[in-house]
């Protein structure tokens, strides 16, 4: 329901004798503050019904201003109904003249300002601070431990959910790094608790962490990361293993140690950089493997969501980047497991995914991929009988002429190389032990007829795992994941996906009418490159030139062609799927509009909310939504990559600067 629609049911008087109750429903669907003021200045009544909806989630950047400014700042109005409140902070150095220098002094005045409105939140549910402010001493996080501030959180009866995300993404010294913690004993009674990017020592942290989840017995989701340090010169960035390599096992024996204490019975676990699931005796060479640690902190049983880090890594700054080994058999027991997010999809992801996972429906990964990436022939091999949701991403490469020479011409890539052929040989042959995976049911919505046939009848697309297929006789810079996939995703219901509109359009579109279950879809444009998405060479249409019209042109094709979508996102624009009556007599079909989504109808849909990055805590997570970009600011962002270009055909880029852009 569209703001016109719904504010016109204040003309109808028989609609507003409708009971509160409903008419809270009615608020808690609409996502879009621009709605919710539409309805408000309708009518008295409207005003009465929704503006507890105004302020039901507040955003909050925290920028620097002049210290007087906030002692006389007002509060906005609305705050009682707040029940999600989320804290920005923003980079503070560079703000001269006027506003003065970012002084560590000055804390107390911005916390106090975020304390008035906490005082004001007596509906508040959950508390979300974000750290962006770029300080290398990370002074701001000494924010979070004025004393007020942690009286105000730790003595609330109705706060639940508390996500903490400090600033230390790449932590090069480790006594500024001190600063990215806080006392966490008095936090009780939560159901959800995040600390992204702490540090400190962990012979203190461990045991007050396992006070306050001693404290949480109710407990549903814990998310944890440590600060670390990055090559930053390594394509994807390698992750710099320190000291903190058997926090997360030292963490659960803790807690199992505590006789009194039962396993978590979590529905989400996210254990991002530094929180690594090694065996015993990766952790500590040549010592005897401990068995399994995890479940003395979680209940495999229970865990519905699991997002874990597993990107690439070193032990030092000069060694060459591995994947980090995971221990999957301390997740024996994941029957429930619904959602997996991983960092990379190796072959030991796909073994698990196809054995102890495969009750999984939504799969994540975090990582981009070149369209060389060997990794990428892991989905060929996916079984997975419930997948629904799929979101991946790409990185732009140049095209490839040989098996290691790399160039920007338009040739063809038809061959493999003897490496990758001898992967998927080894893949194939792994492939015989996994479990006989069930058909695969056609493409479309089955009625209860087709389901109960289903054993009487043969899938139109075989399982891998069952007969193995050949390598795809595909251009690799032209297919997508689709092309992968056993059944090219006949099953989705939500695919989120990189693609060069320009070369991979033909194909991917040839698979849209065989999604028939297909509800949402995203695509933006390969990372590692800046510019207008989609771009002009990729119009259809002539005289359709800007990024807008163009991805408005796109999505009316994409729906003609899969006609069960209900949004789609393309690169900075989203919509919904509207239906409407023709008023011509001669056409019996319904006429299609496309309805533009707010911002912050965009952060309500989790496909669309992702991050186009990985995030500093190396999981997967939501972005609200900023102001699009013009086509001018794009196209002044291409130039500057076209410079860098230039710069590297000339040799005046350093290496590390060619890998760190994607060249």
């Known amino acids: 329901m569209n703001i016109m629609e719904i504010a016109a049911c204040a003309e109808l008087p028989h609609h507003l004798s409708l009971p509160p109750e409903i008419w809270s429903m009615v608020g808690e669907m609409i996502q879009s503050q621009d709605t919710i003021l539409a309805l408000i200045t309708t009518c008295r009544t409207f005003q009465d019904v929704f503006s507890p909806f105004l302020r039901r989630k507040f955003g909050f950047n925290l920028t620097a201003v002049p210290t007087v400014k906030l002692r006389r700042k007002a509060l906005p109005t609305g705050l009682q109904n707040t029940q999600d409140f989320e804290v920005l902070v923003e980079e503070f150095e560079g703000n001269k003249g006027p506003l003065g220098t970012y002084h560590e002094s000055q804390n107390g005045d911005y916390t106090s300002l975020v304390l008035r409105m906490l005082k004001e939140m007596t509906c508040l549910k959950s508390f979300r601070w974000i750290d962006s402010s770029f300080d290398e001493s990370y002074r701001l996080s000494l924010m979070l431990r004025d004393p007020e501030l942690l009286h105000a959180l730790k003595t609330s009866s109705t706060i639940k959910d508390v996500s903490i995300l400090f600033e230390s993404p790449y932590l090069d010294d480790p006594a500024d790094g001190m600063?990215?913690?806080?006392?966490?004993?008095?936090?009780?009674?939560?159901?959800?608790?995040?600390?992204?990017?702490?540090?400190?020592?962990?012979?203190?942290?461990?045991?007050?962490?396992?006070?306050?989840?001693?404290?949480?017995?109710?407990?549903?989701?814990?998310?944890?990361?440590?600060?670390?340090?990055?090559?930053?010169?390594?394509?994807?960035?390698?992750?710099?293993?320190?000291?903190?390599?058997?926090?997360?096992?030292?963490?659960?024996?803790?807690?199992?140690?505590?006789?009194?204490?039962?396993?978590?019975?979590?529905?989400?676990?996210?254990?991002?950089?530094?929180?690594?699931?090694?065996?015993?005796?990766?952790?500590?060479?040549?010592?005897?493997?401990?068995?399994?640690?995890?479940?003395?902190?979680?209940?495999?049983?229970?865990?519905?969501?699991?997002?874990?880090?597993?990107?690439?890594?070193?032990?030092?700054?000069?060694?060459d980047p591995e994947p980090l080994e995971v221990d999957w058999s301390q997740l024996e027991g994941c029957k429930s497991l619904q959602k997996?997010?991983?960092?990379?999809?190796?072959?030991?992801?796909?073994?698990?995914?196809?054995?102890?996972?495969?009750?999984?429906?939504?799969?994540?990964?975090?990582?981009?991929?070149?369209?060389?990436?060997?990794?990428?022939?892991?989905?060929?091999?996916?079984?997975?009988?419930?997948?629904?949701?799929?979101?991946?991403?790409?990185?732009?490469?140049?095209r490839r002429d040989g098996d290691d020479a790399w160039s920007d011409t338009d040739s063809s890539i038809t061959d493999f190389s003897e490496a990758e052929s001898e992967s998927v040989a080894e893949t194939t042959s792994r492939a015989e032990s996994w479990p006989k995976s069930p058909t695969l049911p056609k493409a479309g919505s089955p009625s209860e007829a087709e389901t109960t046939s289903d054993a009487e009848s043969t899938s139109e697309f075989e399982s891998p795992c069952r007969a193995g297929i050949p390598y795809l006789e595909l251009d690799r810079s032209t297919i997508t994941v689709l092309d992968r996939l056993s059944d090219h995703g006949a099953q989705l219901t939500r695919l989120g996906l990189c693609i060069d509109l320009e070369t991979q359009w033909t194909q991917f579109s040839s698979h849209l009418p065989q999604l028939r279950r297909l509800t949402q879809l995203r695509l933006d444009g390969k990372s590692h490159r800046t510019g207008q998405y989609p771009t002009k060479a990729s119009s259809l249409w002539p005289g359709v030139e800007t990024s807008k019209d163009i991805a408005y042109h796109y999505a009316i094709l994409i729906h003609s062609k899969c006609s069960s979508l209900q949004y789609i996102k393309i690169q900075q624009c989203a919509w919904q799927v509207l239906y409407k009556k023709s008023t011509n007599r001669d056409i019996a079909t319904d006429l299609v509009d496309l309805l533009p989504l707010h911002p912050d109808e965009v952060a309500s849909i989790e496909l669309f909310a992702l991050g186009n990055f990985r995030s500093e805590n190396g999981l997967p997570m939501s972005e609200r939504p900023g102001t699009p970009m013009s086509d001018e600011e794009l196209n002044e962002a291409q130039r500057y990559s076209d410079e860098l270009e230039a710069a590297r055909r000339e040799g005046k880029l350093s290496p590390g600067t060619e890998e760190y852009l994607g060249y």
């Open 340 to 398: 997996l997010s991983v960092s990379i999809f190796d072959e030991e992801v796909l073994d698990w995914l196809n054995t102890s996972g495969n009750s999984v429906q939504d799969f994540i990964v975090t990582e981009h991929y070149s369209i060389y990436d060997e990794d990428l022939d892991n989905y060929k091999f996916l079984c997975l009988p419930q997948l629904s949701m799929l979101f991946l991403r790409e990185r732009t490469v140049s």
């Open 179 to 319: 600063n990215c913690s806080i006392p966490l004993e008095g936090f009780k009674n939560l159901t959800s608790l995040e600390l992204y990017n702490f540090f400190g020592n962990p012979d203190s942290l461990i045991p007050d962490l396992v006070d306050v989840l001693e404290k949480c017995p109710r407990l549903k989701t814990l998310g944890l990361s440590w600060g670390c340090d990055y090559d930053c010169e390594t394509l994807p960035e390698a992750l710099l293993i320190g000291d903190e390599v058997d926090f997360l096992k030292t963490l659960c024996e803790n807690y199992g140690s505590r006789s009194r204490l039962s396993p978590l019975a979590l529905d989400t676990l996210r254990l991002g950089q530094g929180m690594y699931i090694f065996s015993s005796s990766i952790m500590h060479p040549g010592g005897k493997n401990q068995g399994k640690y995890l479940p003395e902190l979680v209940q495999m049983e229970t865990l519905k969501n699991l997002h874990l880090f597993n990107g690439p890594m070193k032990e030092d700054i000069y060694d």
